[in-house]
């Protein structure tokens, strides 16, 4: 009886364990920022990427935007959602508006994603 009840409670936890490992299913690639316009100190950029889904099934994802500078100091951060049929790319946008002093700051940009497979 014991044993059985650690067996449920391993499986339990192993399940639990299993469920917490992110799928990293999602690539972002081909990031880029462009400036569109700069007035009274304000530039209004566009930040885009393409995003492929390398597994088989539909995922959502939160990709925070992080715009850098060469000390790597977070200047501006942008979020973005994204919905991605299995097997595909898409390409997505963001228009941000940042002191300009901070765009002609920015070195890199960095994107983290917050991934979810969607419920089929």
Known sequence: ???RLLQGMLGTVLLALAVA?????LQVEGNSVDEK???YGITTA??????RNDCDAPYDANLTVMFKDVDGRVLHKAVQFV???GGNRENTSRRINIPEDQ???IDTIEVATEERERPR
Do not use: G, H, K, N
């Open 21 to 25: 490992v992110p799928a990293e299913c």
């Open 37 to 39: 316009s700069t007035r």
């Open 46 to 51: 566009e930040w885009t990427a393409d995003v």
């Open 1 to 3: 009886m014991l044993s």
């Open 103 to 105: 765009f002609q700051a």
């Open 83 to 85: 919905a991605i049929r």
